[in-house]
């Protein structure tokens, strides 16, 4: 879904600011997606493309702190952790994402946000994968640690780089 403003003659993306958001009302459109701006003016990028990348990639990361909550009982009872170890298994994501994401934003203003994301997503996944094969308490909380590294540049680095692709010319 994409916002576009109310014309007949033009169905151009032209982007609402706190200054004239009353003045543009919006209707959503299902056709039309805004061109993505890109560095090469000659590379075609589409907006939806890079909108669907960053909602997945940091919609992953928000959702796998909550999620492990839900399967904390089965995670427990399967690995044998004391209840310690249990309350570890999800502080410790969200305790370093916490500390690690303003270092993210910050590693992605100088490296590049693009770079940070997609570093960011590979380091998830290999947590990810951690996770899957984790035989132990100690285990799942060190591969949570690694989630947590990765998550911490893919959030800010998504937001980043929707900012930049949908921002008005």
């Not at 879904?1 to 706190?18: D, E, H, W």
């Not at 990348?53 to 399967?71: L, W």
């Not at 690694?146 to 930049?164: D, E, F, K, N, Y």
């Given at each position: ?8 003659a033009s169905k151009s993306y032209t982007g609402a600011t706190v200054s004239n958001i009353a ?131 893919l959030i800010p680095g998504s937001l980043a ?9």
């Amino acid at each position: 879904l994409c916002y576009a403003p109310i014309r007949a003659a033009s169905k151009s993306y032209t982007g609402a600011t706190v200054s004239n958001i009353a003045e543009h009302p919006y209707e959503i459109h299902h056709h039309h997606f805004p061109r993505a701006r890109h560095d090469d003016p000659d590379a075609e990028v589409l907006g939806h493309w890079i909108l669907a990348a960053a909602i997945i990639g940091s919609s992953m990361a928000f959702i796998n702190g909550t999620v492990t909550n839900v399967a904390l009982p089965s995670i427990q009872s399967d690995l044998g952790a004391p209840l310690a170890q249990a309350q570890w298994v999800v502080q410790v994501y969200a305790l370093l994402l916490a500390t690690l994401l303003l270092v993210g934003g910050s590693l992605g203003d100088h490296f590049g946000h693009r770079r940070v994301f997609v570093l960011g997503l590979s380091i998830f996944a290999l947590g990810s994968v951690g996770c899957a094969v984790a035989a132990s308490p100690g285990q799942l909380i060190a591969a949570r640690v690694v989630q947590a590294l990765g998550a911490a540049g893919l959030i800010p680095g998504s937001l980043a780089i929707l900012g930049a692709a949908f921002e008005a010319d």
